[in-house]
C-alpha cells in the first residue's frame, strides 16, 4: 500500500522531471524520437528487434547513422550487435580499437561514442560484468553534422535505451531460465522420481531374501545342534541385515516423500507450492515418521524427548494438510532441535511438542489448531525473534552450528500456503516454535486430491 508520504516524494520527482524536461526543450522532432522509441520497444518483444529499433530510430528521424555494441563476458571487452548500415549481426565481432567502455561521452575519429547504462537496482542481475552500469556504447556518426545541442540529447537517449536494453536483457534470461527448469522438471521425473519408485521393488526383493534367511537360520538351528556359535553368528547377522534393511526402507519413504513434494512439476509450472491436500492424521502419518529418522541424532546430543500431544483427540477435527510438505516442516523443526537444544535452568535438555485446539482464530466459526515443536535452552534474543522465519536469516544464537537460514524460511511459507501463520516464544524453558493450521469443514474434507491441490493454485 502507497502511504501519503511515499505518494508527496513520488510528486516531488515528477516535479523535478518536468523541471527538467522543460530546460531540456527538445522540441517536437525530438521528442517524437523518445516517444516513438519507448513505444517500439515495448511492442518488439525479442532482444533483436530491441537492437533494431535503438539505430533505427536515430536514422530515420535525423538520418544519422550508428552502431550499437554491447559488453561481453570478458572485462572491459565490447561486441558490435546492430547497426544503421548493416543492421543485425548474425554473430557479433570484437569492437574497434577505437571504440571502448567508458563513463563518459568522447570522440572517435568522426563519430561521437556515448555510453549505454542500465538500471542501477539490477545490475547486478546482469549476465556480465558492467562497471559504473555501463552495459554498452552508442556511436553515432559523422560526428561533424552533431551540435551541442544535439549530443546533449543522444545522451538522453542513450540513457533510455539503456533502460530499455537492460530490462529486456533480465527478461531474456528469465525466459531463458524458466524454459531450463521446465525441461530440467520433465528430466527429475523421468530420471529421479521414476527410477526412486522402482526402489521399492527390490526393498520388497530384499525383504523376501531376509525372510528366507530367517528360516534358513531356523532350519540349520535345528539341524547343527553341535555348532551353537555358528548359528547364533549367523541369527545375528541377519538380524542385523534385517534392522538395517528396516531402516533403509524408512529413508526410502522419507525420501521418496520429499522428492514427489519438492520436484512436483505443478511447482515450477506455476512459480510457487502447489498443495494436494489430503485428510492426514498428523501425529501418525507425519510427526511419527519424522521423529523415528532424528531419534539417532537427538539420543547421539543426549536430547530427551516428551511425546505427550496436548489437546483433543486427532478425530475431533479434520485437517487437510499437503503431507509431503508438511512432513518437511517438522524436519526442520526436528533438525533445529538436534542442533539448538541446551540445557535448560533447570538442568534439563529436551525437546517436546504438542497440539491444542484455537477456536475462531481465522475468525468466527473458523477455528485454527496450534502445533508446536519446543527446544530447552536459552532465549532466542528479542531482535532475532521477529526475524527468525526471513530468508537467509541466522539468529544471533547459532553458536557455530552449520545451517542456511533456510530451514525455518521454508517452514513459513509452507505453512502460509496451507492458509496458516507462524511464530515463535519464550515459555521460561526454552523456546517454541509453532504454527496454526485451519480446522476445515466436513465439505471441504471432501475435495478429492486434484481439486484440493486446485483450489489452492
Known sequence: MTHPADLEVIRQRILEKKNNYQEYNFGPLRDDAIKTFFDLAQEYETLENLFRVCVAVIKEFFDLDSRLFLTCSGVGCLEAVCDSLEGLRAYRTPAPEEIHLSNTAYAAGDSWVIPVRGNRLLVDRLPFF???????????????????????????????????????????????????????????????????????????????????????VNTLSEDARSCPEFVAQVRALVLGIDSDCQIFDKQYHGVSLFLESLFRPSHFQRGHLVLRKRKCNVRSEIIQPQLELYLPKLQERHIEIDESLGGVPEEDFTLLVDKGLISQVYANLFSNA????????????????????????????????????????????????????????????????????????????????????????????????????????????????????????
Open 130 to 216: 558492467a562497471k559504473d552500469q555501463v552495459i554498452g556504447m552508442l556511436e553515432i556518426f559523422p560526428a561533424h553534422a552533431l551540435t551541442d545541442s544535439d549530443t546533449f540529447f543522444f545522451e538522453k537517449y542513450a540513457n533510455r535505451l539503456g533502460y530499455a536494453l537492460h530490462n529486456k536483457i533480465i527478461t531474456s534470461q528469465n525466459i531463458q531460465h524458466i524454459r531450463f527448469i521446465n525441461s530440467l522438471v520433465g528430466d527429475i521425473e523421468h530420471n529421479v522420481i521414476v527410477p526412486n519408485i522402482s526402489l521399492s521393488l527390490y526393498l520388497r526383493h530384499v525383504k523376501k531374501k531376509i525372510q528366507t534367511l530367517h528360516n534358513l
Open 338 to 457: 538436534v542442533k539448538y537444544s541446551r540445557p535448560s535452568p533447570s538442568g534439563r535438555k529436551y525437546l517436546s511438542f504438542g497440539r491444542r485446539l484455537i477456536p475462531d482464530f481465522f475468525g468466527p466459526g473458523k477455528d485454527g489448531v496450534r502445533f508446536n515443536v519446543f527446544t530447552s535452552g536459552p532465549r532466542i534474543p528479542q531482535e532475532d525473534i521477529g526475524r527468525i522465519f526471513e530468508e537467509g536469516y541466522r539468529g544471533g544464537n547459532v553458536e557455530g552450528e552449520v545451517g542456511t537460514g533456510r530451514g525455518l524460511y521454508f517452514v513459513r511459507n509452507v505453512v502460509e500456503t496451507h492458509g496458516g501463520s507462524v511464530g515463535c516464544e519464550y515459555t521460561g524453558d526454552g523456546n517454541d516454535i509453532y504454527f496454526v493450521l485451519p480446522v476445515f469443514s466436513d465439505q471441504d474434507a471432501g475435495l478429492g486430491p486434484l481439486t484440493a491441490e486446485l483450489s489452492q493454485s
